[in-house]
């Protein structure tokens, strides 16, 4: 794959990036129109909405991926803690953007379970680019395959020098392809309750993509040992299994709008 789709001079345009930011439009094309089912009142919501859901995605990102993939304070932390074209971790994401939206729903007074369903049906979605600006860049790449797999020459792209030029698990396709159809299961879902359920679409999702990642792990070739012979992106879909559960029983006992 090509980490650099096109160059003109000092100017790159990165493979990563571009699916990054396509990927956001056309999200928040969706929250927009879901405005109203979301709880938000006018435009000044949905516009902090989106520096909420863009600063605390991108600073979980960051951080998480800092601490599972370099030594903190050393020259490769540094160089990560600046970088503009990948360095991130989607676990990060489910941590910190669930926490900033819950915060600008108090502030706003605007029913947190009911706005979180929305993003958790264009969460999925917009990961569908983002894997794909995964592939472009080579971070995410899977173990070596013993039969059809993509091959990764180039020498800008993440993937590990012994590993370019044979056959790796495609994992950033599968996992594109997953999240689309978790985006495609949770619309219907969301369509199908409305406002009547608040928080079952965002336990569902919690769910899928626990269930989706925990797998996923097994083919992945940049995995960071946890313990008890999982690793830490299995760790952390174990919590989000958890938390999922919280969600549920969170629902349920709510005896307000939430």
Avoid: K
């Avoid at 056309?26 to 879901?34: D, E, P, T, V």
């Avoid at 932390?77 to 489910?94: E, P």
């Avoid at 369509?191 to 626990?210: D, I, K, M, Q």
């Avoid at 989706?212 to 992106?233: H, I, Q, S």
Wanted: with cysteine.
């Amino acid at each position: 794959m090509r980490p650099v789709l096109f160059e003109l001079g000092p100017f790159r345009l990165y493979g990563y990036g571009a699916m990054i930011v396509l990927g956001a439009i056309l999200s928040f094309r969706f929250l927009r129109g879901r405005a109203e089912q979301a709880g938000l009142r006018n435009e000044e919501d949905f516009w902090i909405l989106v520096n909420v859901i863009l600063l605390s995605g991108f600073f979980g990102g960051r951080i998480l991926y800092l601490f599972e993939y370099t030594r903190l304070f050393s020259r490769e932390f540094w160089r990560t803690l600046f970088s503009v074209s990948s360095a991130f971790s989607v676990l990060g994401a489910f941590i910190a953007v669930p926490l900033g939206i819950f915060i600008f729903c108090r502030r706003r007074g605007i029913p947190f379970l009911r706005l979180f369903d929305v993003v958790c049906v264009m969460a999925p979605y917009w990961h569908v680019f983002g894997r794909l600006g995964c592939f472009w860049a080579g971070c995410c790449y899977g173990r070596p395959s013993s039969g059809w797999g993509v091959i990764f020459r180039d020498p800008r792209s993440m993937v590990p020098p012994q590993w370019r030029g044979i056959p790796l698990y495609p994992t950033q396709l599968y996992e594109a392809l997953g999240n689309l159809l978790i985006a495609g299961a949770l619309l219907a879902l969301l369509n199908r309750t409305r406002s009547s359920a608040p928080g079952l679409v965002a336990a569902a999702y919690f769910a899928a993509y626990g269930t989706l990642r925990f797998g996923m792990e097994f083919l992945r070739g940049d995995t960071v040992p946890l313990g008890l012979g999982l690793t830490a992106g299995q760790g952390l879909s174990a919590a989000l299994l958890v938390a999922a559960g919280g969600l549920w029983l969170g629902r349920a006992s709510c005896s307000r709008p939430c």
